[in-house]
């Protein structure tokens, strides 16, 4: 015995006996296979790589293997090497990189490996976690941060892995970032998928807001796991200066300038450098030492000018050569205001203010009281009461940051501005008052003061009227150094009356005379043509300036009527006259005042003023009623003559609640007023109308000055694009037709007309359309369809220039239900009703008639749905099923033999098959009758056949099959009750038993017939009939056999034992007694597989050997389809062919095997051989008791035939060797059989219950 084996220490083992003179050995070929796993349990992989190595030893490498991952079978690719000739490695390795994430090869591993004889070993597992974190991040970060510029950055690192981290911590060198307003950690998290497993892929990000310099260094992020399996990454380094005072620009108008630059920072700082530009500055500045993470350098300038302009950097230089630095833009500039004349000022002369610059300014600006006088660096300007005043110039000037503003100094540099004062001259002769008649002509004289250098001009006035200009004559008098203007005034009219003044300007400054009278005697106003409301009044007015009052009339030169017209007189005394003013009124205006032209007259002379006429104003078109589509917009439209008042009201009014309301212009109703030619419109448009808005309407037109107003008359509002969708049909089943009717209002037939089903145009379905009282109606019928259930249907017509479209649900379709025939039954069906509509129906089946069975009892009552026209089911069948026979027929076949071609083979193999003790017989262990052992069936044993057949078809094996068909015939003694009964499913049982019996054993007749049978069955092989009578006269004598009445073999095996001096000890493998492995977690597997065979006295006969398989279920079920690739376990069980020994060890525990091998049991047959046996052939007393748990009583012969039992155990090991090779290749053949036998076998359990029937 050994706790432990290699691979090596397998092979042959030979146990000798030697009794006397003779020696027996027994040679058992020992067969060690292990496998061991370089790392089991959990492994965790926190690196870029791993792997895992597996190591089976065995002198037969491997034939395959698989590796599992759970239960998945993978197939990885795996290094293979031969580490010596009995040892091979297997590794299986991962490396991740951004094409392999960590994690999407995470699980439980197994390595199974097979051999060639069946026999497989199975590894430990091992857990893979991996985790893994990373940056993609590849370049150093610097960064400049300063006084006005913030800035942000993020470093971020990656994770993958199964498991979801608890935390995230980062660090900056040693120590953690604590999380705050300007340092965040963000996380994202998604899921991905490998052939093996979903894993994460989690990203965090370090974002830090408003950075500063200590915030620069090696970033790292750590990411956290509950059971400190944690994982790292480095980001590279963070460089941050902070640069203070030099940022931005400057502008600098004095010519100094001082710039002090500073720099903090977590790098050396090994030197400052200042440039203009591109160029490097020598001198100008000073710097100290860095300490402290600081350094301070100060630039000074002086006396700078514009040339020193430019953009001045600030560098810093790092202990490694890379440079940061910070800009400042400096520019130069002066501005200088001046005037080209000195005071004093006065009034009319010119002045010129200039604004000059150096430098680059993006504006000047010239200023009066600081106010903007428009010009930029040249303001030239006449003295006058708008000019004088101070004056000032300011400018911006311009740098990459900005403007910067600035006020001018003057040529003196001691103020920054200038003062402008003005003197104003006067008239020296103002014009006089003057009186004459119409017709006449006047003169009028005005005089001023000419002043040097000034622009002087004079112009005349009347009546104050400013904007009416009157040139005279002006001549210039060189010696009184004064300006004279004459104004004539020919050909006296009324026009001409008035006050005049003369205005003399110099430039912007003027000066004006006192206001002379004009007078003139006539007719001053005379009736001009006027406008009048129809029904409203109007009114003409005449006015005489004489010396006295007068009384006027009005005259008419046509047929106008002036019976509706009264004359006002009064009168007024003025400088210039008498003014008799006469006002004609007139009421109630006709068409009538239309006709001809109005006149006054003086009354009592023939003194006419000119003629006027009156146009009568009204409304040349009414409103009229309008159609409008709810939503859309209304109009109403009113017409007049073109009037003359300028000052006039538009009001548009509802009819509602039983009295007239204003409406206001806005977005609800939109009021317009156009003048147009000779006519005057209105229209109102109400937008977006409402079903209840009101429908009557009406235009006031009110003119302020008059106090009247034109009132139209009324107009309905008429609702277009009401409509109605109403859906009709007798019944809901598709194939039923339906009605579909739409109305809608409108003046006038739709232009434009469709049916809509579901969103869509039908243009194929045929309609009426008819109108009456301004109600269109549209009806079409068509024929249910089923997908028209719970769609949109209506209709889309075209109102008002409008899409109008009115749609309802189409009701729920109904589908009918297709009818039930079934045979052998009575069908009920049943409307199902919900709130009066009928939904369904229930249909339910009766079996009727004596031995009629339902197929399924659970499918008695189905239900239709008419939505879908399904049952939800189907009614169960209803069969006649004959009564079942009590005989019960079960067949053998060994294919290949033919021994029953004869009736002496069929008599001796149906005398084997028959008999009570037969290892192959229908009462022995190999067909394994159930209702004969359970003693509810009779074997008939003269109904037993035996057939040579030839294409042969064995249920549940495929192909067809040639060779020994041997039947056998049951009858069943219990009860057989009705279908599904407990006795009918006891019966049907043993039925199933005895086809399932049938089809299994189909294995060769000589695995199950010991020697001496198969030589009694070639002794009468091809044999005839006289043959036959031959050997059954010398049977008895020969081979202890019987033969009865019927020809069939009484066989007794005890007498032809006992004839040949044969014993016989009959071992049964129990499985269940052998010991069970201890729980252990060993770290290689040692199987040994021992077979024992006896052999005689010639120790150089080579042993026979056999491979079992073990019964560690564990080790092979688990890890092999055993459906495609049977073990040879399954091989045994199904041919029923050998019993053999199993040993499993492992280097913790051993299995002790409890049956006992051939070899013990020869050593206790040579122990008996030294006991004397009684002459009744008892055994003795003395002789131990054979107390093997697993063995049958062996039996006592005389001494004499010991001889005879060595020959036999020694014929019985070379007949093993034969049936070993027999297993190996028949294992093969049947596991190809069972792999192509699997659809048959499921169509076979499909068949079994019409088979029966």
């Known amino acids: 015995s050994a706790e432990s084996m290699s691979a090596e220490e397998g092979g042959d083992y030979v146990c000798v006996f030697t009794v006397g003179d003779v020696t027996v050995s027994s040679t058992t070929e020992v067969i060690v296979r292990t496998i061991s796993i370089s790392q089991s349990g959990v492994l965790y992989v926190l690196d870029d790589t791993w792997s895992v190595s597996v190591t089976v030893g065995s002198e037969d490498p491997p034939s395959y293997y698989y590796?599992?991952?759970?239960?998945?079978?993978?197939?990885?690719?795996?290094?293979?090497?031969?580490?010596?000739?009995?040892?091979?490695?297997?590794?299986?390795s991962r490396t991740y990189s951004s094409r392999r994430d960590a994690g999407s090869d995470d699980g439980v591993y197994s390595f199974v490996a097979f051999f060639d004889d069946g026999q497989s070993l199975t590894s430990e597992t091992v857990e893979i976690i991996a985790r893994r974190a990373y940056t993609t991040e590849t370049r150093e970060l610097q960064l400049l941060v300063s006084e006005s510029d913030t800035v942000s950055f993020t470093r971020s690192c990656e994770y993958t892995g199964v498991e979801q981290p608890e935390s995230v911590d980062w660090y900056l060198g040693d120590t953690a970032v604590e999380y705050d307003d300007t340092h965040e950690e963000q996380r994202t998290s998604r899921t991905l998928s490998s052939t093996i497993s979903d894993y994460l892929e989690v990203t965090s990000n370090l974002v830090i807001t408003s950075a500063s310099w200590t915030?620069?260094?090696?970033?790292?992020?750590?990411?956290?796991?509950?059971?400190?399996?944690?994982?790292?990454?480095?980001?590279?380094?963070?460089?941050?200066?902070?640069?203070?005072?030099?940022?931005?620009?400057?502008?600098?108008?004095?010519?100094?300038?001082?710039?002090?630059?500073?720099?903090?920072?977590?790098?050396?700082?090994?030197?400052?450098?200042?440039?203009?530009?591109?160029?490097?500055?020598?001198?100008?500045?000073?710097?100290?030492?860095?300490?402290?993470?600081?350094i301070q350098s100060v630039l000074t300038l002086t006396d700078a000018t514009n040339s020193d302009n430019g953009r001045y950097y600030c560098q810093a230089v790092l202990d490694d050569g890379e440079t940061v630095r910070s800009q400042m833009d400096v520019k130069f500039a002066t501005l200088t205001i001046y005037t080209t004349s000195d005071p004093p000022y006065y009034g009319g002369s010119s002045v010129i203010i200039r604004c000059q610059s150096t430098g680059s300014f993006a504006s000047t600006t010239i200023l009066r009281n600081g106010e903007d006088t428009g010009e930029s660096s040249r303001y030239t300007f006449t003295i006058d009461d708008s000019t004088e005043g101070n004056y000032s110039c300011t400018g911006y000037a311009t740098n990459t940051c900005g403007n910067t503003e600035t006020t001018a100094l003057n040529s003196y540099g001691n103020a920054s501005s200038i003062e402008i004062a003005m003197e104003i001259p006067d008239v020296i002769t103002h014009p006089e008052d003057v009186t004459a008649s119409a017709g006449d002509s006047v003169t009028l004289t005005c005089v001023v003061p000419y002043i040097s250098g000034a622009s002087a001009g004079i112009k005349w006035y009347k009546d104050n009227d400013m904007d009416d200009q009157l040139w005279g004559r002006t001549s210039y008098d060189n010696d009184e150094e004064t300006l004279t203007s004459i104004l004539r005034r020919n050909s006296l009219s009324f026009e001409d009356v008035g006050d005049y003044k003369c205005v003399c300007d110099y430039g912007s400054v003027s000066i004006e005379s006192n206001s002379a009278t004009l007078a003139i005697v006539d007719y001053q106003t005379s009736p001009e043509d006027t406008d009048g409301l129809l029904g409203g009044s109007a009114a003409l007015t005449c006015v005489f300036a004489g010396t006295e009052e007068v009384t006027l009339t009005v005259q008419n030169s046509g047929d106008g009527d002036v019976s509706n017209a009264a004359v006002e007189m009064t009168y007024e005394t003025l400088v210039t006259g008498v003014f008799s003013t006469g006002v004609i009124t007139f009421t109630g205006l006709t068409t009538d005042n239309a006709e001809g032209s109005y006149y006054c007259q003086?009354?009592?002379?023939?003194?006419?003023?000119?003629e006027a006429s009156i146009n009568i104003i009204s409304i040349t078109e009414q409103p009229e009623d309008s159609w409008a589509v709810v939503g859309n917009t209304a109009a109403f439209t009113v017409r007049t003559d073109r009037f003359p008042w300028e000052e006039y009201t538009v009001t548009w009014q509802k009819y509602e609640n039983d009295a007239w309301a204003d409406v206001e212009d806005g977005d609800k109703y939109r009021i317009t007023s156009v003048s147009a030619g000779q006519e005057w419109y209105?229209?109102?448009?109400?937008?977006e109308v409402e079903s209840d808005e009101a429908t009557v309407w009406?235009?006031?037109?009110?003119f302020p000055d008059l106090g009247e107003s034109l009132v139209s008359d009324s107009a309905s509002l008429q609702f277009a694009g009401v409509t109605t969708v109403e859906l009709?049909?007798?019944?809901?089943?598709?194939?039923?037709?339906?009605?579909?009717?739409?109305?809608?209002?409108?003046?006038?037939?739709?232009?434009?007309?469709?049916?809509?089903?579901?969103?869509?145009?039908?243009?194929?379905?045929?309609?009426?359309?008819?109108?009456?009282?301004?109600?269109?109606t549209l009806v079409t019928t068509q024929t249910i369809r089923s997908d028209y259930s719970g769609k949109e249907i209506g209709c889309r017509v075209n109102v008002n220039r409008e899409n109008i479209e009115a749609t309802t649900t189409f009701f729920d379709t109904f589908q009918n239900c297709r009818d039930w025939t079934k045979a052998n039954s009575e069908i009920t069906e049943t409307e199902i009703m919900e709130d009066g509509i009928a939904t369904g129906k229930d249909a339910t089946i009766v079996c009727v008639g004596d031995n009629v069975y339902a197929s399924d009892d659970t499918s008695m009552t189905v239900t239709c749905s008419y939505s879908t026209g399904n049952w939800d089911g189907t009614l169960s069948d209803c069969y006649y099923v004959e009564p079942p026979s009590r005989v019960l027929t079960a067949y053998i076949l060994y294919s290949g033999y033919s021994y029953c071609t004869t009736d002496g083979q069929s008599l001796v193999v149906t005398g084997i098959t028959n008999s009570d003790d037969s290892q192959c017989g229908w009462r022995g262990s190999v067909i394994d009758i159930a209702c004969h052992a359970d003693d509810a069936c009779d074997f008939l044993a003269d109904e037993s056949i035996c057939d040579y057949v030839t294409n042969y078809k064995i249920p549940g094996v495929a192909g067809l099959k040639t060779g020994m068909l041997i039947t056998g015939v049951f009858n069943y003694t219990g009860e057989i009750g009705v279908l599904g009964s407990d006795s009918f499913t006891t019966y049907k049982a043993y039925s199933d038993d005895i086809g399932t019996a049938s089809s299994r054993v189909t294995g060769s007749f000589f695995n199950c017939v010991d020697s001496r049978r198969k030589r009694s069955l070639n002794t009468y092989y091809g044999e005839n009939e006289q043959d036959v009578n031959k050997r059954q006269a010398r049977s008895v004598d020969t081979y202890g056999q019987n033969f009865n009445d019927d020809g069939l073999v009484n066989y007794n095996s005890n007498d032809l034992d006992e004839a040949l001096g044969i014993h016989y000890y009959t071992f049964a493998t129990d499985e269940s007694s052998?010991?069970?492995?201890?729980?252990?977690?060993?770290?290689?597997?040692?199987?040994?597989?021992?077979?024992?065979?006896?052999?005689?006295?010639?120790?150089?006969?080579?042993?026979?050997?056999?491979?079992?398989?073990?019964?560690?279920?564990?080790?092979?079920?688990?890890?092999?389809?055993?459906?495609?690739?049977?073990?040879?376990?399954?091989?045994?069980?199904?041919?029923?062919?050998?019993?053999?020994?199993?040993?499993?060890?492992?280097?913790?525990?051993?299995?002790?095997?409890?049956?006992?091998?051939?070899?013990s049991v020869v050593e206790d047959i040579f122990k008996e051989t030294d006991t004397d046996i009684d002459e009744d052939n008892q055994r003795p007393e003395d002789v131990p008791e054979f107390n093997h748990p697993n063995a049958y009583e062996p039996r006592y012969e005389p001494e004499g035939l010991q001889l005879n039992a060595f020959l036999l155990l020694a014929l019985t090991g070379i007949m093993t060797l034969l049936a070993v090779i027999i297993i190996v290749k028949l294992a093969k053949y049947v596991r190809n059989r069972l792999r192509a036998d699997v659809s048959d076998k499921k169509s076979l359990k499909q068949n079994e219950f019409v088979s029966y029937s």
Do not use: H
């Open 67 to 92: 590796i599992y991952v759970g239960e998945d079978r993978k197939y990885p690719t795996v290094d293979i090497e031969e580490t010596s000739s009995t040892e091979t490695v297997y590794t299986f």
């Open 215 to 294: 915030d620069g260094g090696v970033y790292s992020c750590k990411f956290i796991f509950s059971d400190d399996q944690n994982v790292e990454a480095y980001v590279p380094e963070t460089t941050i200066a902070e640069s203070s005072g030099v940022t931005g620009c400057q502008t600098i108008f004095d010519g100094s300038l001082v710039i002090t630059c500073t720099y903090n920072t977590n790098a050396n700082i090994s030197a400052i450098e200042w440039y203009n530009w591109r160029t490097e500055l020598e001198d100008g500045f000073e710097t100290t030492d860095f300490a402290d993470n600081t």
């Open 602 to 610: 003086i009354d009592g002379t023939t003194l006419n003023s000119e």
């Open 682 to 687: 209105t229209y109102i448009n109400i937008r």
């Open 698 to 702: 009406r235009m006031t037109l009110t």
């Open 728 to 776: 009709n049909s007798d019944d809901y089943f598709v194939g039923s037709t339906f009605t579909l009717t739409c109305t809608v209002t409108t003046s006038s037939m739709p232009n434009s007309v469709k049916i809509l089903m579901g969103g869509r145009v039908q243009r194929t379905w045929d309609y009426t359309a008819t109108l009456e009282d301004n109600v269109a």
């Open 1074 to 1159: 052998s010991g069970s492995t201890k729980e252990s977690t060993p770290t290689s597997t040692t199987i040994t597989t021992v077979q024992s065979t006896t052999v005689s006295t010639t120790p150089s006969e080579k042993p026979s050997t056999e491979y079992v398989t073990p019964t560690d279920k564990s080790s092979t079920e688990d890890s092999i389809d055993t459906t495609k690739y049977p073990t040879t376990e399954q091989i045994s069980t199904t041919e029923q062919i050998v019993t053999t020994e199993k040993i499993y060890t492992t280097e913790q525990s051993t299995t002790e095997s409890t049956s006992t091998s051939y070899s």
